[in-house]
């Protein structure tokens, strides 16, 4: 609030590094409610001290996630209730900066989307966690490129044992996970210990945790970063519980 003139109720949801507000490419936003928005980072190039309008956004939904993109790159989005559609960003034409988006995926009334991943080459896996600990890796070539609006593919099995997914990252053999509970701890995981498998799989029971405990959020982050430190409240970093893959 030191910082920025937001409304009450109002939240960060992400920060974008950019060099310049004049650079080539776009931004693209994605709610809750699957609408997409694509917009020229060009038109954010005369910011206020109020800030800009980014999305005309309705009462009922609020705004996900936020990443750059080339103009030609694909885009991956994920739902809460395991589902996964993925195409390419020129099914997004450009819009100003007040405009509410088009329709991404096709989705249950139950399901909501919970994240995106801006894809620039097919040599990764995409990983996939639910609230319960359950997580898998999926080599990105088995989603195949989809139009826009679409039902998308299964990226999880979802069942109440899993529970509902809370977090996709692109990742490779080099990179460790960091997951953070509900119970305040983060779990640190390194991706060369999980094996790529399909995706219509439930996969393995990653995190240990408490009764009542659930996985809230995922992060990517460099090998050798804190390894086998402290985190930054004071909890040791734990190793994955492991168990069979489904």
Not at 130 to 142: A, D, I, Q
């Amino acid at each position: 609030m030191n910082l920025l003139r937001i409304e009450p109720g109002e939240r960060i949801r992400k920060i974008l590094p950019v060099q310049e507000l004049t650079t080539e490419g776009y931004i693209v936003m994605v709610s809750k409610q699957g609408k997409i928005k694509k917009t020229s980072i060009s038109e954010f190039s005369r910011p206020r001290s109020t800030g800009l309008i980014a999305l005309t956004i309705d009462p009922d939904d609020e705004l996900i996630d936020v990443n750059f993109t080339t103009g030609s790159n694909d885009i991956l989005l994920s739902t809460r209730k395991g589902k996964a559609i993925r195409f390419n960003e020129d099914q997004v034409r450009p819009m100003g900066r007040p405009a509410r988006g088009v329709k991404s995926i096709t989705m249950r009334r139950d399901d909501s989307l919970i994240g995106m991943e801006v894809i620039s080459d097919g040599s990764r896996t995409l990983l996939t966690i639910t609230e319960n600990g359950f997580g898998k890796r999926s080599p990105l070539s088995e989603y195949p490129v989809h139009n826009r609006g679409g039902q998308g593919v299964i990226t999880i099995k979802h069942s109440e044992q899993t529970g509902d997914v809370v977090g996709i990252q692109m990742v490779d053999d080099p990179d460790h996970l960091l997951i953070l509970t509900s119970g305040g701890r983060i779990i640190r995981i390194k991706m060369e210990e999980i094996s790529a498998i399909g995706r219509n799989t439930r996969g393995r029971y990653l995190v240990r945790m408490s009764e009542g405990e659930k996985v809230v959020d995922v992060a990517r982050a460099e090998p050798g970063d804190d390894e086998g430190g402290p985190t930054e409240e004071g909890e040791t970093q734990e190793e994955p519980a492991g168990g069979e893959e489904a």
